[in-house]
């Protein structure tokens, strides 16, 4: 069964700070792991990491991937409170074309 | 807009009444499917449907239906919603399954079962 786990569960910043959030995967047939930012609604798109040691970057958000260690990490530099939401990573297995989620972290920035 | 539009937004129910939470979207999508998101638990598939016509369970479909008869709506239906269905649903669609960086998901619905 595949499976991802995401750390820290909850996280709690001043704005300014930067944070590094982690999400470690055991899955056949990887393809992607995707992260997503999910406020108080949707879940919204933010990376695909299919490579290993290739920087997805967004203005002060970036992520990359490591494929012999199996996980990702997502930096996010001078935090803003925008930027306060959960933090989901999913991994596609193209074996069983399924897309698995870990639990996500909580991300607070403090004003 | 693309658009992926759930109703309603919130529900609050008692067990064993039947309820639907409508999806619809507007991108012509073929791939369309259903998550139910629990804390600790994550999201996890309920269903999801191919193209019209064409649907399978996913890793939790026990208490759920669901239907494809056009490609832009795919209702959820709880014949009778118990507790344990309390839970944020989300509804989501690709171009194709596989697609999984064009997955849009709804603005979610919040249940509530009594």
């Known amino acids: 069964e595949d499976k991802v786990v995401q750390s820290p569960l909850s996280l709690v910043v001043h704005e300014g700070d930067t944070v590094t959030l982690n999400c470690s995967y055991e899955?056949?047939?990887?393809?992607?792991l995707l992260w997503y930012k999910q406020e108080k609604k949707a879940p919204t798109f933010l990376f695909m990491l299919?490579?290993?040691?290739i920087e997805k970057k967004s203005g002060r958000l970036s992520s990359i991937l490591d494929k012999k260690e199996l996980f990702s990490i997502l930096n996010i530099t001078a935090t803003q409170t925008g930027d306060s939401a959960i933090y989901l990573c999913?991994?596609?297995?193209?074996?069983?074309?399924?897309?698995?989620f870990g639990t996500g972290t909580r991300l607070t920035i403090i004003p | 807009e693309a658009q992926v539009t759930q109703n309603p937004r919130y529900l609050i129910t008692v067990t064993g009444k039947k309820l639907t939470v409508t999806c619809s979207q507007n991108m012509n999508h073929e791939y369309m499917s259903w998550y139910r998101q629990d804390p600790g638990l994550g999201l996890r598939q309920i269903y999801y449907?191919?193209?019209?016509?064409?649907?399978d369970k996913g890793d939790v479909p026990e208490g759920y239906k669901v239907s494809r008869k056009e490609k832009r709506n795919f209702p959820l239906i709880l014949e009778s919603p118990s507790p344990n269905q309390t839970s944020l649903y989300f509804c989501a669609s690709s171009p194709q399954r596989g697609f999984e960086e064009k997955l849009f998901f709804g603005s979610g619905t919040q249940l509530s079962v009594l």
């Open positions: 899955v056949t047939n990887f393809r992607s």
């Open positions: 449907s191919m193209n019209v016509e064409v649907t």
């Open positions: 999913a991994v596609y297995n193209f074996g069983n074309e399924k897309l698995t």
């Open positions: 299919t490579s290993s040691g």
